[in-house]
């Protein structure tokens, strides 16, 4: 996932028709999150379903992922007589669609994607909590967490994202563990004319990149939010303008435009992918989605760790897709087996891995996927990560920190005024 990767569809529905009764107590274990143990058996809700007559529920979904779960909804529909109509939606669109939509009753049964979409939709009210009961300890222990909102599980994950550092072995042919070696290394590179750039990062020309650099922020131990007793990210607790940050702010700088131009402004991220690909660099900073076309190329290459550029690892953010449930939805008891005992299924992770490629949340098909290096190296990189804050708070804090961070690697001003001016924007926005 790019940092807003978005996924999803819109759709007319059909309303399953099964008793009010059963629909109220399925609702209601959902949001009381009742234990494993009192819900009924998964046998008991395929009787409970095949007795009701067959319906329809539907999910909006992405056309990536839309042919993975062709498979798991003919399962379903054997199993219950229950439909499950997949529903492509555009991107860019869908989670205001999904937001706006289900209080009117038109919206989704089901919706597909990231976690960080979570704290928009119980704002709205618009999702209901998933009971996964003992079936969360199947997954990796980031994905629940990242799924988890005000302590309550709000989505069944399937794949979990991250960056890392590819490293092209054939100019450089060991890994270094700060950013420090790693700048030492790609200078010696270019010096002996086996590269051009030592090192390469992406900025967007308007907004920088702080999902990219945040691994190196957070190693010199600069957070965004704070986190209240039960885990959860509290924006009460503002901690971008810290101390740590500003220091952070200033060793961006010495690594922009005026200083060792390590990260330049002036390179997008097509331009970092295109110049590595072109043998250019021997590091270039990104995600999985841009590793096919390093494979394509025939690079050799590894997927290192993260380098610290402080005296703490560098976390990077995850980001976990997942399924969610409309808080809306008239065929509740129908979406909730199918959510809970199918889209939670080896079988079903396994085949939405095949179509994304991520780590799955799912750890047997995680146990599978890990078979190829580069999906291990993500994986173990990502289980040491922080779930990117899913609060409805973070969407104040991008804008401001993007084009702060732009400038200061520009060298434009003082770092440390900058930063602390960025702090107090963002503060006033979320009010705290």
């Given amino acids: 996932m790019k940092v807003h990767n978005t996924l999803a569809a819109q759709t007319t529905r059909r309303v399953f028709a099964t008793g009010a009764l059963s629909v109220a107590a399925a609702l209601a274990l959902s949001a009381c999150g009742g234990s494993a143990s009192t819900a009924p058996s998964a046998e008991a809700s395929k009787q409970d379903l095949k007795a009701a007559g067959a319906g329809v529920i539907t999910m909006w979904v992405d056309a990536e992922r839309s042919p993975a779960l062709k498979d798991i ?40 994607g990231p976690h960080d979409w979570i704290g928009k939709f ?9 009971e996964l009961g003992d079936k969360a ?40 563990s700060t950013l420090d070696e790693v700048v030492a290394n790609g200078k010696k590179a270019v010096a002996e004319g086996k590269a051009t750039f030592p090192f390469l990062a992406g900025m967007d020309p308007k907004q920088g990149d702080p999902y990219h650099l945040y691994p190196l922020q957070s190693s010199m131990g600069s957070q965004v939010f704070g986190k209240n007793a039960d885990g959860d990210y509290d924006a009460k607790q503002l901690l971008i303008g810290d101390a740590a940050g500003v220091e952070f702010a200033k060793k961006l700088a010495a690594w922009g435009d005026a200083g060792e131009k390590i990260i330049n402004s002036n390179i997008t991220a097509d331009i970092a992918k295109e110049k590595f690909l072109a043998g250019e ?133 003082d770092p440390a005024e900058a930063w602390t001016k960025m702090a107090a924007s963002i503060k006033s926005k979320i009010g705290g």
């Fill in 73 to 112: 909804t003919e399962k379903f529909k054997s199993d219950t007589g229950v439909e499950v109509k997949l529903v492509v939606k555009d991107f860019a669109a869908v989670r205001d669609d999904f937001i706006t939509q289900v209080p009117t009753g038109q919206g989704p049964d089901l919706i597909v």
């Fill in 122 to 130: 119980v704002q709205n009210g618009v999702i209901a909590p998933v």
């Fill in 137 to 176: 300890g199947q997954f990796q222990d980031s994905s629940i967490k990242a799924m988890t909102y005000n302590g309550a599980v709000y989505g069944v994950p399937y794949a979990i994202e991250n960056i890392a550092l590819l490293r092209n072995t054939s100019i450089v042919d060991s890994k270094a």
């Fill in 281 to 413: 660099s021997p590091y270039f900073l990104t995600g999985p989605w841009n590793v096919p076309d390093v494979q394509k190329k025939g690079i050799k290459f590894a997927v290192d760790e993260l380098p610290t550029a402080g005296g703490e690892p560098a976390q990077p953010f995850i980001g976990v897709n997942g399924f969610f449930i409309s808080a809306k939805s008239a065929n509740a008891l129908a979406t909730n087996e199918f959510v809970t005992n199918y889209l939670t299924s080896e079988s079903a992770q396994d085949s939405m891995y095949a179509a994304g490629g991520r780590p799955p949340a799912l750890k047997a098909s995680f146990d599978k996927a890990a078979s190829d290096p580069v999906v291990e190296a993500f994986g173990k990189i990502g289980s040491t990560g922080i779930p990117m804050p899913a609060i409805p708070e973070m969407s104040a804090v991008w804008a401001d920190w993007g084009a702060t961070e732009l400038a200061i690697i520009k060298g434009q001003g």
